[in-house]
């Protein structure tokens, strides 16, 4: 968003004045956020710094809790380094959280990856990309995406209709071809990829998501249906991920948190009309959610 400098000066005054006294004003806090990108935010911190000589994670992780705190303090730790760490925790907990990390893996972009591994190798002096691949199966059709995602080429092939006669075909018949849709999901371009669902739904009368749903189950359904969503918009990939965190089996906060901290900037724009696809983005929030926590996830989505 790049505002000039005296705005961060403005902003980081706001927020200590919104934790100033008796009570925190959690609304005044989420007003800067919005008109803040992630990278805004590291701006803020170093003002924070010039007009008040300390920390603002500080001052946010006194006057904050829960996960309300978690979303607050994730924003500003930067981008990059909040998605490195959590990269690190979803492989070296006790047991590899899967699901997490095929969130974290299909929402990167190309961009997103370079930055990635460059993080990930400044704070654990590790390559991320061989940590990733040792950690995950060897064989699974999801474990494949992953890896061709990781190390994507996206380009334009100029051959729509050949690409959707190949994933019908990969369809076809006894098991499924995860290959072939391993390949034209790590290399389509996003527009591309719409032409090619567009044209799989005009000439075999049903949807690609619904053939993904069919041909694959579990963990490769999830991660096959991410991507799927994903090459559509990138918005409709955070809906993906939304959805499944409330509507799953379980609330799953964890990935609620991480893809408002590491995408709402990026999408809060697009995401209520592409969550039309799965329901009413506010109803869902506060059906699920409540407090504080809900209060953020309405404000920083734009869902209100």
């Keep these: ?6 705005q961060y000066m403005i902003f ?3 927020i200590h004045q919104a934790c100033k006294g008796a009570g925190t004003d959690e609304l005044r806090i ?5 008109q803040c990108s992630m990278e805004d935010l590291q701006q803020v911190i170093r003002a ?23 979303i607050i303090m994730g924003s500003f730790e930067g981008r990059y380094q909040y998605w490195a760490r959590k990269i690190r925790e979803a492989i070296k ?3 590899t959280d899967e699901k997490a990390l095929i969130e974290l893996v299909l929402m990167g972009n190309t961009d997103d990856w370079l930055s990635i591994r460059e993080e990930y ?3 654990y002096t590790r390559n991320v990309m061989d940590d990733i691949s040792d950690d995950i199966a060897k064989n699974a059709e999801w474990a494949k995406l992953l890896r061709g995602w990781i190390f994507q080429m996206r380009y334009s092939r100029s ?5 959707a006669e190949e994933l019908y075909k990969a369809a076809k018949g006894a098991g499924t071809d995860a290959d072939t849709f391993v390949r034209l999901l790590c290399s389509s371009t996003h527009e591309e990829f719409a032409q090619i669902a567009r044209i799989y739904q005009e000439k075999y009368n049903k949807s690609l998501r619904q053939t993904i749903i069919k041909e694959f189950s579990g963990k490769s359904e999830k991660a096959f249906l991410l991507a799927h969503d994903y090459m559509l918009s990138p918005a409709k990939g955070c809906c993906c991920i939304i959805n499944d965190s409330i509507k799953g089996f379980g609330s799953r906060d964890k990935s609620l948190v991480d893809v408002t901290v590491l995408f709402r900037d990026r999408y809060s724009s697009e995401v209520p009309q592409a969550y039309e696809d799965f329901g009413n983005l506010a109803k869902d929030i506060k059906g699920d959610c409540s407090g504080k926590y809900e209060k953020a996830l309405l404000v920083l989505w734009k869902a209100q």
């Excluded at 968003?1 to 005296?6: C, E, I, V």
């Excluded at 989420?30 to 919005?34: A, D, F, K, P, S």
């Excluded at 924070?48 to 978690?70: A, W």
């Design 93 to 95: 907990g006790v047991g």
């Design 30 to 34: 989420l007003n800067v956020m919005t």
């Design 48 to 70: 924070y710094f010039v007009s008040f000589g300390q920390p603002i994670s500080r001052l946010l992780k006194k006057e904050t809790s829960g996960k309300f705190r978690d």
């Design 159 to 163: 051959q729509p209709e050949r690409d």
């Design 121 to 123: 190798f400044k704070a």
């Design 12 to 14: 980081a005054n706001e």
């Design 1 to 6: 968003m790049n505002h000039h400098p005296q």
